[in-house]
C-alpha cells in the first residue's frame, strides 16, 4: 500500500489515557481481536458510521504509518478492503494531529490537519 496516513477514532477517555501515558494498547475491539484498527481516509467515514454511530466526541487521530514499521500489516476486512492494522502499541510520537470529530456540509469526515 501506497498510503503514509491512517486514522485512529479514540472515545475521549481513550485519547485522554493517550496523551497521559503516551501510549495506547487498544480499546477493546482492538484488545479482543489482537490488534489496533486504523482506517484509511477513505475508510474512515464508514467505520465511524458503522462502529461509531450518532457520537459527536470522538477523536480522530492521524497516525504516521512509517512510523509503524513491521507491526504495520495490511488485512482484509469488511467487504474485502484492505485495512491498517497494528499489532503493537499506539505511540502518541506516531500521531502527527488529532482532533474532535468534525463533518463537512454534505457530511464527509473532515480530516485533523
Given amino acids: 500500500m501506497t498510503e503514509t496516513i491512517a486514522y485512529k477514532i479514540l472515545t475521549p477517555a481513550e485519547n485522554e489515557a493517550l496523551v497521559q501515558d503516551g501510549q495506547f494498547a487498544g ?43 513491521d507491526a504495520l500489516r495490511w488485512e482484509s476486512s469488511r467487504g474485502g478492503q484492505l485495512f ?18 468534525e463533518r463537512a456540509m454534505d457530511g464527509s469526515v473532515k480530516l485533523p490537519a
Fill in 84 to 101: 491498517p492494522h497494528l499489532y503493537g502499541v499506539l505511540m502518541l510520537t506516531s500521531v502527527i494531529a488529532a482532533g474532535k470529530l
Fill in 27 to 69: 480499546s477493546a475491539d482492538d484488545l479482543r481481536d489482537g490488534f489496533i484498527h486504523l482506517s484509511t481516509a477513505d475508510q474512515l467515514g464508514e467505520t465511524l458510521d458503522k462502529h461509531y454511530a450518532g457520537r459527536t466526541d470522538v477523536v480522530i487521530a492521524a497516525i504516521a504509518l512509517t512510523q509503524l514499521g
